[in-house]
């Protein structure tokens, strides 16, 4: 069954600082796609980034990236240049290719950015 | 803003009543999935549709059921309410297919008291 695990329940970084947010998980289907999702404190999920399984380049949107490491089942969120806009709780989830095309969520980290 | 719209924003109400909310997804958007966000489970999947037809479960009671309609707006319809139903319902879309990212609209927080 998929399992998605972020062992951090909080972070605190100071502003302008890079920050990574970490993400495993598990499955036996070869084909799956990686996501991540910001919830601020007003509650919608923002998606932030998409990494496919069969992707040969590690997926960047602005000012953030996925570090993808296949062999560890790795898919690390990084934040470069921290901004306080950025405090929220972050959510990485997995959707395996076969069958039902539904998210697995991990438990989330709270980030927060120190001025 | 990403789209997808869900009313009612919030919700109060008792328990054993019964309460109906509404989405739509994303303009194109073939694909409906409704997620529960609640402080002791996080985020479950609940269903899926796609083009009117449910396509998947998830961790949906027996008391809760959905529907897509034909102009592919979807409800989820939430009976015989107990306190623990007390959470944060999502509905998302996508394009449907492996390669589309699932948007999610701004939710409907649900209180049973």
């Known amino acids: 069954a998929q399992k998605i695990t972020q062992t951090q329940p909080g972070m605190f970084v100071q502003e302008k600082e890079a920050v990574t947010l970490d993400c495993t998980y598990d499955?036996?289907?070869?084909?799956?796609?990686l996501f991540w999702y910001k919830q601020p404190s007003s509650g919608e999920m923002i998606f932030l980034i998409y990494q496919g399984s069969y992707d040969q380049q590690n997926a960047t949107e602005g000012r953030y990236s996925l570090n993808f490491q296949k062999a560890r089942k790795s898919a690390n969120l990084v934040i470069s240049a921290s901004q306080l806009g950025d405090s929220a709780m972050y959510f990485c989830a997995m959707r395996e290719d076969q069958g039902a095309q539904k998210l697995v969520f991990g438990q989330g980290t709270r980030l927060t950015i120190n001025p | 803003d990403s789209g997808v719209t869900q009313t009612p924003k919030h919700l109060i109400t008792a328990t054993g009543q019964r309460v109906t909310l509404r989405c739509s997804p994303r303009s194109g958007d073939l694909s409906v999935y409704w997620y529960q966000q609640s402080l002791d489970q996080g985020l479950q999947f609940l269903i899926q549709?796609?083009?009117?037809?449910?396509?998947a479960k998830g961790n949906i009671l027996e008391r809760f059921s959905a529907q897509q309609f034909p102009d592919l707006h979807s409800e989820l319809n939430l009976s015989s309410l107990e306190l623990g139903d007390s959470a944060l319902y999502f509905c998302?879309?996508?394009?449907?297919?492996?390669?589309?990212?699932?948007?999610f609209g701004p939710g409907t927080r649900l209180t049973v008291t």
């Open positions: 549709y796609y083009n009117g037809e449910e396509r």
């Open positions: 499955t036996s289907d070869p084909s799956y796609g």
């Open positions: 998302a879309s996508s394009v449907g297919g492996r390669d589309y990212e699932q948007y």
